[in-house]
């Protein structure tokens, strides 16, 4: 099976993008990425690239009049790149339908909660303040919604009474740098398909 190509939009520090380059240097991912959109200039996840041979790009909101404008150009930047699946990393931008009609089915997220709780900013804290027992992270097909889309995987954390917003979102990420790599893994190896809003993941084919 060909290798899947990647395109990956960050906004800041990048630790998912790290996982996901460590998953495909050990061979556990069949893809490449062949660019990094950042829509802030001089973040750490750009520097995380540097010197590896993958396109970079920083494309402003601020840059454009309009959502639609910023979307397509973002989009552009992608196809330019022949991106096949489009991975959200820490992008901080609710997507719309210029973004979504573009990569229908092909654009991920990960959460740092167990959706449908806790969605948007903030998430760790919100588990928090709820008081919940458990929280987690969820990788998910992205729609127009927000953090809304049809559920991938999911793994949960225990929260304690002693955890901080840090604590908790660090237990949270150890458990987001596996699981992410392993839903585009699966995607990779074209396990995923839909059923309604269900993600069915099928068993590995032996080839
Ligand atoms: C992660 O907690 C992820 O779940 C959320 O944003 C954070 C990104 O962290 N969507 P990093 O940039 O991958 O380190």
Do not use: W
């Amino acid at each position: 099976m060909n290798s899947t190509v990647l395109g990956v939009l960050v906004s800041g520090r990048g630790s998912n993008l790290q996982a996901i380059l460590d998953a495909i240097n050990a061979g556990k991912i069949n893809a490449k990425i062949s660019v990094v959109i950042s829509d802030k200039a001089d973040t750490f996840a750009l520097k995380r690239v540097a010197g590896l041979g993958i396109a970079t790009a920083v494309i402003e909101r601020k840059a454009f009049a309009s959502k639609d404008q910023f979307e397509a150009a973002l989009v552009a930047e992608l196809k330019d790149h022949k991106v096949e699946l489009v991975v959200l990393a820490g992008f901080m931008r609710l997507l719309g339908n210029k973004f979504i009609s573009a990569y229908p089915g092909r654009v991920m997220n990960i959460h740092p909660a167990l959706l449908p709780a806790f969605p948007g900013l903030n998430a760790q804290q919100q588990a928090l303040d709820y008081g919940v027992k458990l929280s987690g992270c969820t990788v998910h097909f992205v729609d127009e919604g927000m953090d809304s889309g049809p559920i991938i995987l999911q793994q949960a954390v225990p929260v304690e009474s002693s955890d901080t917003e840090e604590t908790l979102a660090a237990r949270i990420l150890e458990v987001e740098h596996i699981l992410y790599p392993r839903a585009i893994s699966l995607f990779c190896q074209r396990r995923l398909s839909l059923k309604n809003r269900q993600v069915v993941i099928t068993d590995e084919k032996s080839e």
